[in-house]
């Protein structure tokens, strides 16, 4: 079951195999942090949060680095909108993006460079660059010659005479920055400092990097030369996925990355997002409104990362419904597990087993999720069904020690994906009832049944179930048993 890994670069499947066995270097170009994020950053975040959650899962030792950009246009203007700063800004919306992600399950990153924290890195790229003849200054701004690195074009299949014929029409003859540059392709590495707006000393003078600069310095300061997985959005492969290729791989000779992996869009009822269409959805705004976060993390994995997938009401009303059936079984032991006689602890390294070799098979095929979200399902469905049989019948069909590998198994799996449940607790207003109670309230559920209102008979047995206490019907009457420490 070797891991198999869609490459941009080469636009095939591949063998994963890392520079350096059993780690993994990995780096993802995270948000610019001028607004909330939105359902894009809520996909990426999840695909790559559980990329790397698997990786760990089958072994390897994975670090992780997320990007801030924290210098940008969008960012001053919010600035000069609030008249804040810059600093203030970014500041507040990196505090949301934690406050966003945590909701979501997502765990953090093993470290989130900033670009304003790694201002000696972009420099000395830059520098490294105009050595090599790969750069040039003019008037304070330094531009990437993009014609001297002859694999321009690689990641993106574009070819350079598309990309000048393409922009012909776009080009502003009277723009300074394109009276600055040599060639109209070519891209900025530094801007000269502008009037009221951040800058730093540099040997250009005054001003601040470019946006592709930063990644290839935050990657080459925390991670090497060369790392295991780049990964992004496709809106990222061009152009600052190649122009990341270019400014590194012209100054190491060495690949930036072995694998490059791109998430699909999100489309909100089939119509891209903006806020002009007035369909822009922030996480928080979804969340606020009542939406199960292991409902939005389902929406995401039950489609294929590179494919694009629709953000409509159904839909995540239908991975809502989806959620509630994982989460029964991800709750059978704890509801359980005592009267089938488990001690009831998780074991994230269960016995090796048919379904967890059906899920690392579904997964290893370029991380296909929603083939190993079937596993899942089964064992879910199939717990469930069990519960139902233990409560009507007082036992299982199913040995109950197999019932706590299959249990074991699912949350392990789960967890694998950012699906947690875990049991409510239980309060006095709740778990109250004395055995007395308990009892009463048997005889007027059997007295319903008798009287064959059997609407008030099930409106019982369910107050007592959601206090956890089950009802066990057989021949010699009816008795209870309490689970969920009630």
């Not at 890392?18 to 809520?42: F, I, N, Q, R, S």
Request: aromatic fraction near 10%; include cysteine.
């Amino acid at each position: 079951m070797t891991l198999t890994l869609y490459n941009t670069l080469s636009r095939r499947q591949e063998p994963f195999e890392t520079v350096e066995p059993g780690k993994v270097k990995m780096y993802y170009c995270g948000v610019t942090v001028y607004d909330y994020c939105h359902l894009g950053h809520a996909r990426a975040c999840i695909v790559w949060d559980v990329v790397r959650r698997y990786l760990q899962f089958i072994g390897y030792e994975v670090r992780y680095i997320q990007n801030f950009t924290d210098i940008d246009d969008k960012i001053l203007n919010r600035a000069r909108q609030e008249h804040s700063s810059m600093e203030a800004v970014a500041d507040r919306f990196i505090k949301a993006y934690f406050e966003d992600m945590a909701r979501l399950g997502i765990k953090e990153a093993d470290e989130y460079p900033r670009a304003t924290h790694t201002m000696n890195g972009i420099q000395r790229l830059i520098h490294d660059l105009e050595n090599k003849g790969f750069a040039y200054p003019s008037d304070g701004d330094v531009y990437y010659a993009v014609r001297q690195f002859s694999e321009y074009g690689k990641l993106s299949g574009r070819k350079l005479e598309d990309m000048q014929a393409g922009a012909s029409g776009r080009v502003d003859v009277e723009d300074p920055e394109y009276q600055r540059k040599r060639d109209k392709v070519d891209f900025a590495l530094w801007k000269a400092a502008r009037p009221g707006e951040p800058a730093w000393e540099s040997p250009w003078g005054a001003g601040r990097p470019g946006w592709h600069i930063e990644c290839s310095a935050m990657v080459r300061d925390r991670l090497g030369d060369t790392i295991d997985i780049h990964a992004g959005g496709e809106d990222l492969i061009f152009p600052h996925h190649e122009n990341e290729i270019a400014q590194s791989e012209a100054v190491t000779g060495k690949p930036l990355a072995r694998y490059w992996l791109h998430n699909g869009m999100v489309k909100v009822d089939g119509n891209k997002m903006s806020k002009s269409l007035g369909n822009f959805t922030t996480i928080r705004d979804l969340l606020d409104r009542g939406v199960e976060p292991m409902a939005v993390r389902l929406f995401v994995l039950m489609a294929q990362y590179r494919t694009p997938i629709d953000f409509t009401d159904e839909a995540i009303a239908d991975k809502t419904n989806a959620w509630h059936t994982l989460k029964e079984g991800l709750l059978f032991g704890y509801q359980y597990g005592k009267q089938l006689g488990w001690e009831v602890e998780i074991n994230n390294h269960p016995i090796p087993n048919p379904y967890i070799e059906r899920f690392q098979e579904a997964v290893n095929d370029d991380f296909n999720f929603p083939s190993g979200l079937t596993v899942l399902f089964e064992l879910a469905k199939q717990l469930h069904r069990e519960g139902n049989i233990l409560v009507h019948q007082g036992k299982t069909e199913i040995p109950a020690d197999e019932l706590k590998i299959q249990w074991q198994t699912l949350v392990t799996l789960a967890k694998v994906l950012g699906l947690e449940a875990k049991p409510e607790v239980q309060t006095s207003a709740n778990n109250g009832l004395s055995d007395a109670e308990i009892e009463d309230l048997i005889e007027q559920r059997q007295a319903a049944r008798k009287a064959r209102n059997f609407a008030e008979a099930d409106r019982i047995r369910n107050q007592l179930q959601a206090q956890g206490i089950n009802l066990i019907d057989s021949a010699d009457g009816t008795r209870f048993v309490k689970t969920k420490n009630s």
